[in-house]
């Protein structure tokens, strides 16, 4: 038997041990169903024990995984206060907190109003910006890289933070100025849904299938052209015709370069942009300030 098992996979177990509900499990941890089952059966390979007895009676404990079931709890609480611990010791040792993001959250000069405002009230603090690669959806929180970070809802494992929407915006289609939907003003969705999709990394969760839109799908599964994990892969998947994608409406000129344009798409929820923290972390004095300053620069 293997030990070195990530504290996502105890994670994913606990929960479904909680639930004894694959679906219910899945919802709390803002995860597909048949993701957080194929986790699972990967832990217990790994593991070389079954864990969950599944019948069409519902979901049981084995012995093995009510023994790990302990454990697996105690290693979740004492990592998440070493994980606060250690951001402490940072905080008090350097005065510097570490903002997290996946892209530049530009709209109309979003960040440096709020750092403006945050160095008005913590003059001894230093900032420090970390970029971070979109398979991270958590922008740095989950591994505790980051002390606060721009995100976009839905994150993983959603109870771990607290969060405050910066910007919540309409969802546009981006494709090649060559494909056919490009000439019309405005695209239904219903018109895109067979049309092959770019797609975050699958280690994404929750955001990947936000963006793909599989709440608006029916049950209907997307088709996968390519998958992105920056900007820069973004635009040249859709200059090159692998698909088309959704994007938010602050994002669009990112990608809208040569080749490529956007439209607005009718039958889509709108995206969120927030900045996010650990639960833990809420109560560092850092963090507080940044996050007021975040509020007052949105308005909230």
Request: charge should be negative; charged fraction near 25%.
């Amino acid at each position: 038997m293997t030990t070195d098992v990530h504290v996502r996979d105890l994670r994913y177990f606990v929960a479904v041990a909680e639930e004894l509900h694959f679906t219910r499990a899945a919802e709390r941890l803002y995860v597909s169903q048949p993701a957080l089952s194929k986790q699972i059966r990967a832990l217990e390979r790994q593991l070389g024990a079954e864990l969950f007895h599944r019948d069409r009676q519902g979901v049981a404990l084995t012995a093995a995984g009510a023994a790990l079931l302990p454990y697996a709890e105690r290693v979740l609480a004492v990592w998440a206060e070493g994980a606060s611990a250690l951001a402490e010791v940072d905080a008090a040792a350097r005065g510097t907190l570490v903002v997290g993001m996946s892209t530049s959250p530009g709209r109309g000069g979003l960040l440096p109003a709020i750092r403006s405002r945050f160095t008005a009230a913590r003059p001894e603090a230093t900032v420090r910006l970390r970029q971070v690669s979109w398979d991270d959806p958590t922008a740095g929180l989950a591994d505790g890289d980051t002390d606060v970070a721009f995100v976009w809802l839905p994150l993983p494992d959603a109870e771990r933070y607290g969060w405050t929407v910066v910007a919540e915006e309409p969802r546009l289609v981006a494709l090649p100025d060559s494909h056919p939907l490009a000439a019309r003003a405005e695209v239904d969705f219903a018109d895109l849904a067979d049309e092959p999709f770019l797609a975050l990394p699958p280690d994404a969760g929750p955001l990947r299938d936000h963006w793909l839109a599989l709440d608006e799908r029916g049950g209907q599964l997307p088709r996968i052209g390519a998958e992105i994990a920056s900007t820069e892969e973004t635009y040249e998947a859709l200059a090159a015709g692998l698909g088309v994608c959704l994007v938010a409406t602050g994002n669009a000129h990112l990608i809208t370069l040569g080749g490529v344009v956007t439209r607005p798409v009718h039958g889509v929820s709108p995206s969120r942009y927030a900045l996010a923290w650990r639960r833990e972390n809420g109560v560092r004095p850092l963090v507080r300030a940044y996050v007021e300053a975040c509020r007052l620069v949105a308005g909230q």
